[in-house]
């Protein structure tokens, strides 16, 4: 159904790109009316906004689909994160190296970037 719509909408946006620039050859070769012109634009904006919805709604969708890891690597993490919080608790958030031990790169933005472009089958 949305995928019907999605596709419905693209076909319309490109119709109505295609009569926009067609409308303003000199020769007006299809016999477009000021009405025509003042119409289409708006025409084009409606399903790009409708386009726009449904695609914001893919990649929500998208960013909430689930990864499938074995319980050895989810124990491994569930571990790390423990121990992380440990220290975060003990107060190592606060030491002097800590910001430099965590280095320059923003490995947070990596890593989500990286599971978010994974394929999930």
Same mark, same amino acid.
């Not at 708006?42 to 399903?47: L, S």
């Not at 121990?83 to 608790?89: F, G, K, T, Y």
């Not at 910001?99 to 923003?106: A, I, N, P, R």
């Given at each position: 159904?949305?995928?019907?719509?999605?596709?419905?909408?693209?076909? %319309?946006?490109?119709?109505?790109?295609? @009569? &926009?620039?067609?409308?303003?050859?000199? +020769?007006?070769? /299809?016999?477009? $009316?000021? =009405?025509?012109?003042e119409?289409?634009?708006?025409?084009? %904006?409606?399903?790009?906004?409708?386009? @726009? &919805?449904?695609?914001?709604?893919?990649? +929500?969708?998208? /960013?909430?689909? $689930?990864? =499938?890891?074995?319980?050895?690597?989810?124990?491994?993490?569930?571990?790390?994160?423990?121990?992380? @919080?440990?220290?975060?608790?003990?107060g190592i958030?606060?030491?002097?190296?800590?910001?430099?031990?965590?280095?320059?790169?923003?490995?947070?933005?990596?890593?989500?970037?990286?599971?978010?472009?994974?394929?999930?089958?």
């Amino acid at each position: 159904m949305i995928s019907d719509i999605k596709r419905k909408c693209e076909e %319309e946006i490109e119709w109505a790109q295609e @009569n &926009i620039k067609e409308m303003e050859l000199p +020769e007006n070769p /299809s016999g477009y $009316t000021l =009405e025509d012109r003042e119409y289409l634009p708006c025409w084009k %904006e409606a399903h790009q906004g409708i386009l @726009n &919805i449904i695609l914001k709604k893919e990649q +929500e969708e998208k /960013s909430k689909e $689930t990864i =499938e890891i074995t319980k050895e690597e989810y124990i491994r993490l569930r571990i790390a994160e423990e121990s992380l @919080n440990r220290l975060e608790a003990g107060g190592i958030d606060n030491w002097e190296w800590y910001e430099e031990s965590l280095g320059e790169d923003d490995y947070v933005e990596k890593i989500t970037r990286e599971v978010m472009e994974y394929k999930i089958v």
